[in-house]
């Protein structure tokens, strides 16, 4: 016993928590079910942390639980199992009136029969923040939200863009431990959407809490979140940094889900060293197993599109050309297989030639995450996936 | 946890209300129902005993009982079937849009606002055999040629009572089924116009039917409230004459403070209420028979 | 189209004559001097009409006493009631459909047995606690009565309150006591009005109770005071006081349904047609 004396055990059940990183641990969330009698399943045992200054996006379909699980957060509804802590301490068993979160709601939630001043204040005068002191800080979040002039106005008399920045202002004017934000952007016109998501990039940046951003929209989620959160039927599909998700999706559903036009698919079976489906055949990595059902996915910006023959490049009908400003977003077909590609304009012409670059591919087994062939592989087939119609 | 917690706000919410229901009306139902099994007068028995079943037993050789049951449900139908036609037609005419909708729906809602204690008064007035407006009004039209002490003899008394009723409850039965006739899509009366049917046929084919439901709600809050009348009763004519009017609210009454037989006075209202829930329930059976519209 | 419109008229005159008739007649007869209301035949309006009888009855009788019986014990009851039937109606309001309905029903079903088998019990209670004659007798009653309809009409004014709104003022730190006066209240303020206004009147018109727990004539509500003097014979009652009486003691419903007819009328119809 003598020997150790004086010695600290180096703390080897994980990584050590020193006082300080306690205080500024942020969320954690580890194992949150969320049952819904009898059998529904909204949340299947979600883990996460939020650390303070970033921005945590829950993305997903609706119906994948993202909402019920920012509601549970705020402790407007009780997991079925699961903890929660904030800042090392337990979070979960603080009633939704003392968390000290502040909540944007998708419709906003403002109190009707307020005015704006109020709506923004009332958290502020239950907590027993002086009069003056009020004024002070709700002028100053109605400054910086552009709202000085209707403060003494109610919520019916805003605009949408306004009552979504009252919403806003009341969940900032507390200093919250914690940003909880739904959909906020959602009821929006879509320009006004743009706009507001850009001045919310710059608000999250100067805030010291962690903040989760629930949405259904992938282009929001990346645009304004440190770390994107993908959730499918109540369970953490994927949680990556954005350009992390879009690179390398782990899952056909987050290779669909993510991305804008979306992914490309190709299903086909592994026969003799070959692919097969949807009436085209090609070359397959070494290492497929056979017999098994592929999901091969690339990108339309990744597809390469030329107007003459080239090596290793197959002949496609363009079905349809879309212009988008300096590109044309073309549906191509392959034997039955129809894919989109992103390239520069093809000036009407009927029959492209195409490649899937090796590289740009992404190999999802069905049901399984992404696989990677050999590295070798892509040199290999240099000119792309070979398809054969 | 914080679901517990919010589970017991809310029973912190309800709870006094709870209690409240509990003290006054809860606990003296048990009181009443453990009397009616009980000897309890402050005339034969000096203690209260336990008399099983003798006070309702009691109720089948007691004339009087039976009298009074009959005056009940005489009342209770007659004024029911007045003023669901009369509050029928108000109704009709209210769903109508006029100028001035909102002030005959207030003067036509004002009997039922009035205390019944004390309009019982007025239409005794009205009713008074020597200067009621009554017997002038009749006199003048020819219908009557001599005077009617009306709340003096039996039949008369009994129909002044019915009549007092259906004017001061009519208001509750045509705001239910004005309430109903305005939950009829307007579609739909318009789709039978077209179909080519009569106002009539519109009537008593359309509106009638959809309005059944309502109907029905009128009628069982008018059942259990006409069944226990006593207001109007107790002071336009007491019971009498004769008791000709007594009601079985009224007879329990009288058992509490005047004869002072608390026992049987229990069995009587208990045996009221039970027989007009027991009503009550066979029509609400009734009306859910499938195939029906409830 | 002429003719139709003119039986309309006709037939919606005699619907107010009919509603009207019995309580304008209280009021011409209290207006008549002794020799007209005696009179034979009927003299119809009074001329010259007279305030004798509205004077008379502050003096036979402590009718001044009666109406502030009435008004005291009233106001309090509905008080009481909304104190009681507002957080009942706040928490009702946010649960499932099938546990809300499920206590609604309980509630009204209370509210249906009649007076007359509680009549007794709650005798022997006010009696047991010396309240015989006290406003107190009469309030707790009254205000228990009339809660299930003050939680019907409460509870749907509440749920009509978007759950967001009750959550945002939850996470604002707002506690239940806190949202209830500085959400809910405000928020449906009308269903408040309708539900003080029906308690108030149901409190005001009662009379089983009120006959029985009072006996003192000071301490008696207007509805017990001026129909006792029916415990005489109907034949020598004093009808020109007692006409200014019943006008009297009918005016404040007469302004209150004029004034808030919408309110009654759905708070009236909110329960019988939902159930």
């Known amino acids: ?389 | 946890m914080n679901g517990q917690a919010t589970l017991r706000e809310r029973w912190m919410l309800i709870a006094p209300a709870f209690l409240l229901l509990i003290a006054v009306i809860v606990l003296p139902i048990f009181r009443v129902l453990w009397l009616s099994f009980q000897h309890a007068d402050l005339v034969g028995h000096d203690r209260v005993s336990f008399a099983g079943l003798d006070q309702y037993l009691r109720l089948w050789h007691d004339a009087r009982w039976f009298k009074a049951l009959g005056n009940t449900v005489m009342f209770t139908f007659s004024s029911i079937a007045a003023e669901l036609l009369l509050g029928f037609a108000f109704a009709l005419f209210l769903h109508r849009a006029f100028r001035g909708r909102g002030l005959v729906r207030a003067l036509v809602t004002l009997p039922w606002v009035l205390p019944t204690a004390i309009m019982a008064l007025a239409w005794a007035w009205i009713a008074n055999d020597s200067f009621g407006v009554a017997n002038d009004m009749l006199g003048r039209l020819g219908i009557l040629h001599a005077p009617v002490a009306w709340l003096g003899h039996p039949a008369t008394a009994m129909t002044t009572l019915v009549l007092a009723d259906t004017w001061k409850t009519t208001p509750f039965v045509t705001l239910v089924l004005l309430a109903g006739l305005q939950g009829i899509p307007e579609t739909v009366t318009e789709a039978s116009r077209l179909d080519g049917l009569t106002s009539w046929q519109r009537l008593t084919r359309v509106t009638l039917p959809l309005l059944l439901p309502s109907v029905l709600v009128a009628g069982l809050f008018r059942l259990i409230q006409a069944y226990g009348a006593f207001d109007l009763i107790y002071v336009m004519t007491g019971g009498g004459p004769g008791g000709s009017t007594e009601t079985v609210s009224l007879y329990a009454y009288r058992n509490y403070f005047r004869y002072l037989d608390f026992g049987y006075g229990s069995a009587l209202a208990v045996q009221a209420v039970v027989l007009v829930a027991l009503v009550a329930w066979l029509i609400v059976r009734w009306a859910r028979e499938p195939g029906e519209v409830a | 189209m002429n003719r139709r419109r003119l039986a309309f008229g006709a037939a919606l005159v005699l619907a107010i004559l009919w509603s009207v008739g019995p309580v304008v007649w209280q009021f011409l007869t209290a207006l008549k001097p002794d020799a007209q209301i005696t009179h034979t035949p009927l003299v119809y309006l009074p001329h010259p009409p007279t305030a004798e009888h509205f004077a008379a009855i502050w003096e036979r009788k402590p009718f001044g006493i009666y109406l502030l019986n009435s008004t005291f014990i009233a106001a309090f009851a509905t008080v009481l009631c909304l104190v009681f039937a507002a957080p009942a109606a706040m928490a009702l309001s946010r649960l499932r459909a099938r546990d809300r309905d499920g206590v609604l029903l309980a509630f009204l079903v209370l509210s249906l047995f009649p007076p007359i088998l509680l009549l007794f019990p709650l005798y022997e209670a006010v009696r047991g606690l010396g309240w015989i004659n006290q406003p107190i007798a009469l309030v707790i009653p009254y205000a228990a009565l009339h809660l299930p309809l003050a939680v019907w009409v409460l509870e749907s004014g509440f749920r009509a309150i978007p759950v967001s709104i009750d959550d945002a003022a939850r996470l604002d730190g707002l506690s239940a006591p806190h949202r209830l006066v500085l959400v809910h209240a405000p928020l449906s303020a009308p269903a408040i009005v309708t539900a003080a206004i029906l308690v108030f009147i149901f409190a005001w018109n009662e009379f089983m109770l009120a006959v029985t727990f009072l006996t003192r004539d000071h301490a008696k509500t207007v509805t017990a005071g001026i129909a006792s003097v029916s415990g005489a014979s109907l034949y020598d009652i004093p009808w020109g006081p007692l006409c200014a009486a019943i006008t009297l003691a009918s005016l404040p419903l007469f302004f209150l349904v004029l004034v808030f007819q919408r309110r009654i009328v759905s708070g009236l119809t909110r329960g019988a047609v939902k159930g």
């Open chain 1, 1 to 389: 016993m003598s020997r150790v004396t004086g010695v600290k055990a180096p703390a080897n059940d994980g990584p050590r928590v020193t006082v300080r990183d306690r205080v500024r641990d942020g969320l954690r969330a580890e194992g949150i079910y969320k049952i819904f009698p009898p059998l529904t399943r909204a949340l299947d045992g979600v883990s996460f942390h939020a650390p303070p200054g970033r921005v945590v996006a829950l993305l997903g379909p609706s119906g994948c639980g993202k909402t019920t699980l920012l509601r549970i957060v705020a402790g407007l509804e009780q997991a079925s199992a699961g903890t929660l802590t904030m800042d090392g301490e337990p979070f979960d068993t603080i009633p939704a009136e003392k968390r000290d979160v502040g909540f944007v709601f998708q419709n906003y939630a403002l109190y009707p029969h307020l005015t704006v001043a109020q709506n923004i204040g009332l958290a502020l005068e239950v907590r027993g923040v002086k009069r003056d002191e009020r004024e002070v800080r709700v002028r100053r979040v109605a400054d910086r939200l552009g709202l000085a002039k209707v403060l003494e106005r109610k919520p019916a008399a805003l605009s949408g863009g306004e009552q979504q920045r009252v919403a806003l202002g009341r969940a900032l004017v507390k200093e919250p431990r914690l940003y909880l934000l739904d959909e906020p952007l959602s009821n929006l016109d879509a320009s006004l959407r743009d706009r507001t998501r850009g001045e919310l990039k710059a608000i999250f940046r100067s805030v010291e809490a962690p903040v989760l951003y629930v949405t259904h929209d992938q282009s929001e989620a990346m645009s304004l979140a440190d770390e994107v959160m993908l959730l499918c039927e109540g369970h953490v599909e994927q949680s990556a940094a954005p350009h992390l998700l879009y690179q390398t999706p782990e899952s056909l559903f987050s290779a669909t889900f993510v991305g804008s036009p979306r992914i490309n698919v190709w299903h086909a079976l592994t026969t003799d060293s070959s692919l097969d489906g949807e009436g085209v055949r090609a070359l397959a990595p070494p290492g497929l197993p056979e017999s098994n059902e592929w999901s091969v996915c690339i990108r339309p910006e990744d597809v390469e599109v030329m107007r003459t023959r080239a090596q290793g490049a197959w002949q496609a009908d363009v079905l349809l050309a879309e212009p988008l400003g300096g590109r044309e977003l073309l549906t191509l077909r392959v034997g039955q297989l129809e894919f989109r590609a992103l390239a520069a304009p093809i000036e009407g012409a009927s029959s492209v030639w195409v490649r899937w670059p090796a590289g740009k591919l992404h190999w999802f087994p069905k049901g399984g995450r992404r696989h990677q062939p050999p590295a070798v592989w892509d040199t290999l087939v240099a000119g792309g996936l070979l398809l054969q119609a």
